[in-house]
């Protein structure tokens, strides 16, 4: 069994497992944090960003300065932003046979695999995975494809070139196989692909593997996976929370009796408490709001914000924030604010019995209707004219190189009054906002990830004892800017086995058994063809020595031997001792047989009547295996 | 032998009160809890005394499974758990758990405060009954215990219906409660899977009709709501709150948009609305169509369709109202079944001058429907419930021509036996199976096959393994039986040479085996051991030692009869 890592991405993994002949590829998360490197895609012409210098080596040679551009200290490609996609070359994914995806982060990479890989086979997901993965991609694709870019920057990548270039892109990985963002047609053909599953839900894969997504408490229809023979087991957790957020609750217990537990998705902050960043960004939200400036959260379409949400339900009352407009600005918002209505079953035990009364089970539907909460697919059209200032508004992309946000960074970054608040952990948010750079406004992190940390990780292995662990090697090991803290990596026994982009790992795995179904009574046994020239050779036809016979155990007690020898006519029975038994003489028949603990040896003239008589003789005392 | 064993309480050759014992591999199951609508005594709950006379139900059920929220499948569900007494598990969809209490309340209220029946259910009953259900997932395999599991399916005919597939070990039934196999305007089509159940019940409502299409109903029914609708007159549709009415109000919704209408629509139950909500919420149960658009338009929030209120009944023009199923004993219900001069309060008499037609818009599956879920699901055998008698005949004749399988149609309270025959799932070592793959032939799925090892049982964990791994796991020695044959040969040569006559003599005849000519003088054929030694008396006669071990016994006792024959001359 064999692990073969395309992504070297901890959250956003990619992992290949050959397992009894077939090959399951787990999750295609997209790692977009390449798009840092780029410059932002703003919806209106911006002078700032169209006049910033170009960049030039130390010895002033320029030939680059139409595709890299310098802000504040900072280098930037200027062209569409690509993002960098699993490994392809390691394994031929035309021999995958089925996707499972976890959750609808980890499936934005999908549209590449399943639709330039000569892929065939079948996606597994689930109806929310599928449903906010498509807003997700949606998104994407209308962010970028609505602010065509005629450059397209190809020079820098030269390895020749990249090394002479400033960090961070002299260390950029791969960067000849990044890609531009794919099309909505791609997006459906990709999605077409997928095959809905349930929770508990038992799938055969060519009767050889059984797969099943169990909830994993982390977002709407997110799930690990077990991946399973009748004898052997690998769990493969992904994006897992213990919190209680909207989610159904994590299914912990089917993950016992694990041979394999594959462990990605934890926490990005992990010393940041969830709930204490949520209240820090209400504080600052109103502190800001009250003294007469903006909110900005940069954010993705779901998710999180259906709590952020929440809690603004809850808290603006009492913070006398009633008067100020909520706006969620973005092409799906709302698809994402009526398609999280109606996923009940997958929601939370609190969540689903409000369904029950029947109520809606967000409170944001109680926002939408008061006003207080409007949603635009962009900032063109009625927003502009619905437009009210001091106002929080929650729009994408959290990486802030394309999609609304662009604009009201540029808009509102002059204003020390306003604010912008990172609630999403995917983008370090100082290399997100190096782009915009000098800034007056103010900046807060309040990164929410809701996410397995480590000490939650701990507890799990101890109470689900799995063989053996596999996660990436990020987790081995204190995270670099950390690297005091022994406590914020994987502790268990035995060691984790960690992997990284672009490896194979051959998983400590022996199989020792396979179903089979006997019947209760043998078949007959396959007789021989009997013609009557055969028959007459019978006695010439060699025996077939494959049929086995059955192992023999036991002793041969000599009294009752002997007796019974005598009782089947033998007579003349002499007994010898020696060393390690008994020597039965018979005279007459001209027969030795020597009798030892573990071993009889008859010793006879050749008489196949005899022998066969004395055999059954002796096993008649024997046990037969 | 074991045996599955399905006993109907109710929908035995009868349509109501559904509720349907099952026995199979051990495991008792009670599919539905229906209450009757034709009665009002004791017959219109199933008789539990048959379950257990005394002693609780719990104890003779390991579960009970609730097909859908309609009445005749749930009614008796707070009677059973409650009043009888049972607290296992109660399982059912999420759609059906949200709206099966509300409509047990409403019966409730019928029952006590209209017909002021005592000794019922009360609202507190079917709010602790409802705390011992457990909600499942579509395609969910839901483990009731280490044997039994049971899986939904999607069964169309109203919000929540589910198919449910019974398994324990390798047997398993599937129940399809009610289920439509053509997709209407707001629901899916039932769906099942080559599941291969030893036994499928089916409802048989529809067992002898084959329904003209669906597109030729509605458009009768809209010619005749809209002809009634241009005379000025009022229509009333009586329609049960739940799941066809949702379908008239799409109907109606669109065609008035079509035909751009203005005549106001009502529908005048509270319920109808609060389960507008309900579909709304849970759209996902709903049609691809309306799942799909839902975003840009909920079909379920109705322009042309509003909550019906008393002060309209007298307002002048046309106008459509959708009041709620018509209960037996009430003004509309003896319209309905053709009354034309009806005694109001106050013994005035009214005479019935309006026009009254019968549609039927029921979403079960029809002849061709069934016959298309038995071809999907392939049962090895099929028993027909919640029908009636005659038609069922007519199906079973059908089902058993066209599939080949049994069918059986049992009377309430009688029992149907079904003998199986269980595989014994075991796991075989992976060294013995190799070793059998080794000797070519790869192992088909679909044939027996003979094979030799041990079987070790241990705990419920049966094990295949060889005998050698059995002998070390048992802490066994293995006893060698070995056997020596003296063949007399008549060779006046030397011990060697004549080891190397009958090293070539066996050489030349057993092709397919390894003989072999051993430094020491000795032959080997396989295992087996040959000596030539000279004999203590006569020197023309040599003796040669055939050794074997039990385990090579058919090919050595073969070489000693081959070479008492002697060797041939020829030999060099």
């Not at chain 2, 219906?161 to 070990?169: D, E, L, Y």
């Not at chain 2, 392939?378 to 399988?405: D, N, T, Y």
């Not at chain 2, 070793?435 to 032939?441: D, F, V």
Request: with cysteine.
């Amino acid at each position: 069994m064999k692990l073969y890592c395309l992504s070297g991405h901890p959250t956003l993994p990619c992992n290949v497992l050959k397992f009894k002949s077939t090959t399951i590829m787990l999750d295609c998360g997209l790692d977009m944090t390449s798009t840092l490197n780029f410059l932002p895609l703003p919806l209106v012409q911006s002078p700032r960003l169209s006049n910033l210098p170009g960049w030039s080596l130390k010895d002033g040679n320029a030939f680059l300065d139409k595709e890299l551009k310098e802000c504040s200290g900072h280098v930037f490609v200027d062209s569409v932003p690509e993002f960098c996609l699993p490994e392809t070359e390691l394994i031929d994914l035309s021999t995958v046979d089925v996707i499972l995806i976890s959750n609808y982060h980890c499936m934005m990479a999908l549209p590449y695999i399943t639709e330039h890989t000569g892929f065939t086979g079948t996606v597994y997901a689930t109806e929310p995975t599928v449903q906010i993965g498509r807003l997700l991609m949606e998104e994407l694709v209308n962010f970028i494809e609505r602010v065509p870019k005629a450059q397209s920057a190809s020079l820098w990548k030269n390895k020749d070139i990249q090394r002479l270039l400033p960090s961070p892109l002299k260390d950029a990985v791969e960067v000849s196989t990044w890609r531009r963002c794919y099309t909505m047609q791609e997006v459906n053909s990709a999605l077409s692909k997928i095959q809905l599953v349930g929770y508990s839900q038992k799938i055969e894969l060519f009767g050889a593997v059984q797969v099943t997504p169990l909830s994993s408490g982390y977002a709407l229809g997110s799930s690990n996976w077990i991946i399973q023979s009748h004898y052997e087991k690998v769990s493969y957790v992904s994006g897992s929370s213990l919190l209680t957020t909207h989610p159904q609750p994590m299914d912990q217990a089917s993950l016992k009796n694990s041979d394999v537990l594959v462990l990605t998705g934890l926490t990005q902050i992990p010393t940041a408490n969830p709930d204490g960043m949520v209240g820090e960004f209400c504080s600052n939200l109103a502190l800001t709001v009250r003294n007469g400036g903006n909110v900005l959260v940069p954010c993705y379409p779901s998710g999180v914000i259906y709590d952020l949400l929440e809690c603004l339900y809850q808290y603006i009352d009492s913070a006398g924030l009633s008067n100020i407009p909520f706006y969620f600005i973005s092409p799906v918002a709302n698809s994402s604010l009526e398609f999280s209505q109606i996923f009940a079953e997958w929601l939370c035990h609190n969540k689903q019995t409000k369904v029950y009364l029947p109520e809606p089970p967000f409170p944001h539907a109680e926002l939408i209707q008061t006003n207080k909460l409007k949603h635009y697919p962009s900032l063109h059209g009625d927003f502009s004219s619905d437009f009210r200032q001091p106002c929080v508004v929650f729009t994408g992309h959290p990486s802030l190189r394309f999609g609304d946000v662009v604009h009201f960074m540029e808009l509102w970054g002059k204003s020390s009054l306003n604010t912008v608040i990172f609630t999403e952990p995917d983008f370090s948010y100082l290399e997100a906002l190096a782009p915009y750079q000098p800034l007056a406004m103010k900046c807060i992190y309040c990164p929410i990830d809701t996410r397995l940390n480590f000490i939650q990780v701990s507890k799990l292995l101890k109470e689900v004892q799995p063989l053996h662990v596999v996660c990436p090697e990020q987790y081995t090991q204190p995270p670099p800017a950390q690297s005091h803290r022994m406590d914020l990596m994987i502790d268990c026994q035995p060691p984790a086995m960690s992997y990284r982009r672009a490896e194979v790992l051959a998983l400590p795995f022996k199989r020792r058994y396979e179903k089979i179904e006997i019947m209760p009574e043998p078949p007959p046994r396959p007789t021989q063809p009997t013609g009557g020239k055969k028959r007459k050779r019978a006695s010439d036809d060699i025996p077939d020595c494959k049929v086995l016979k059955p192992l023999l155990s036991g002793s041969i007690p000599v009294e009752q031997f002997v007796q019974a020898l005598e009782k089947h006519g033998f007579s003349d029975i002499k007994v010898e001792d020696t060393a390690k038994g008994h020597i039965v003489l018979l005279q007459e028949a001209e027969t030795l047989i020597q009798i030892e603990e573990d071993s009889t040896h008859i010793i006879c003239d050749n008489d196949e009547m005899l022998r066969v008589r004395l055999r059954d003789l002796v096993l008649k005392f024997l046990q037969k295996f | 032998m074991p045996e599955i064993r399905v006993t109907p309480l109710g929908a035995g050759q009868d349509v109501g009160r559904s509720c349907i014992l099952v026995s199979i591999g051990g495991k008792n199951v009670m599919l539905d809890c229906g209450m009757h609508m034709g009665f009002n005594d004791d017959r219109r709950f199933p008789d539990f005394s048959y379950i257990t006379r005394n002693g609780r139900l719990t104890d003779f059920l390991d579960c009970v499974i609730i097909s859908h929220f309609h009445l005749d499948h749930c009614g008796a569900l707070p009677y059973f758990s409650e009043m009888v007494g049972y607290d296992g598990p109660i399982y059912m969809t999420h759609p059906t758990q949200a709206i099966c209490p509300i409509l047990l309340e409403d019966y409730r209220k019928i029952a006590v405060d209209k017909k002021g029946e005592a000794n019922f259910f009360t609202s507190q009953m079917i709010k602790d009954c409802m705390k011992k259900v457990v909600a499942v997932h579509l395609h969910q395999t839901v483990q009731v215990d280490d044997e039994l599991e049971i899986k939904a399916y999607y069964a169309g005919h109203v919000l929540g219906a589910a198919m449910f597939q019974i398994k324990v070990g390798s047997e398993s039934v599937v129940y399809t409660g009610d289920y439509n196999m053509t997709p209407d305007r707001h629901l899916g089509a039932a769906w099942i899977d080559k599941c291969r159940p030893n036994l499928l019940i089916t409802e048989s409502t529809y067992a002898t009709t084959i329904r003209d299409s669906k597109r030729c109903r509605e458009r009768d029914f809209l010619k005749k709501v809209h002809e009634a609708v241009e005379r000025g007159g009022k229509v009333l549709i009586p329609v049960f709150a739940l799941g066809r009415a949702q379908e008239l109000c799409i109907l109606l919704e669109t065609f008035w948009e079509r035909m751009n209408l203005k005549a106001p629509i009502y529908f005048s139950t509270g319920l109808t609305e609060k389960a507008n909500h309900y579909y709304k919420l849970f759209i996902t149960w709903t049609n691809q169509k309306i799942r799909k658009t839902f975003v840009q338009r909920n079909m379920f929030e109705f322009k042309h369709i509003k909550a019906f209120d008393r002060a309209f009944a007298d307002n002048p023009g046309p106008m459509v109202i959708m009041p709620g199923y018509c209960v037996q004993g009430t003004v509309g219900h003896k319209i309905l079944s053709g009354q034309r001069k009806l005694e109001m309060e106050g013994r005035q008499v009214l005479e019935v001058k309006m026009q009254v037609e019968y549609m039927s818009f029921s979403a079960h599956a029809d002849a061709k429907g069934i016959m298309q879920l038995v071809g999907q699901a392939e049962p090895e055998s099929v028993l027909l419930v919640h029908g009636e008698a005659k038609k069922m005949e007519f199906l079973k004749q059908k089902i058993e021509q066209e599939f080949r399988v049994s069918c059986y149609m049992p009377a309430n309270g009688e029992t149907v036996t079904l003998p199986t025959s269980p595989s014994i799932p075991v796991g075989i070592s992976l060294g013995l199976l190799k070793r059998e793959m080794a000797q070519g032939l790869l192992p088909d799925a679909k044939k027996p096959r003979l094979l030799h090892g041990t079987l070790i049982m241990k705990d419920s964990n049966f094990r295949l393994v060889s005998s050698e791994q059995a002998l070390k796991e048992l802490g066994l020695a293995e006893h060698q039986l070995r056997f020596t044959c003296r063949v007399h040969l008549h060779d006046p040569r030397k011990e060697q040479e004549t080891a190397m006559r009958v090293y070539s003599h066996l050489k030349s005849v057993l092709k397919e085996h390894c003989v072999q000519h051993l430094p020491d003088g000795s032959v080997t054929v396989e295992s087996i051991l040959i000596q030539a030694a000279a004999h203590s008396e006569d020197p023309g006669t040599k003796v040669l030692l055939v050794s074997w071990t039990y385990q090579d016994e058919e090919l050595g006792s073969h070489l000693t009869s081959l070479l008492k024959k002697g060797l041939p001359q020829a030999a060099s």
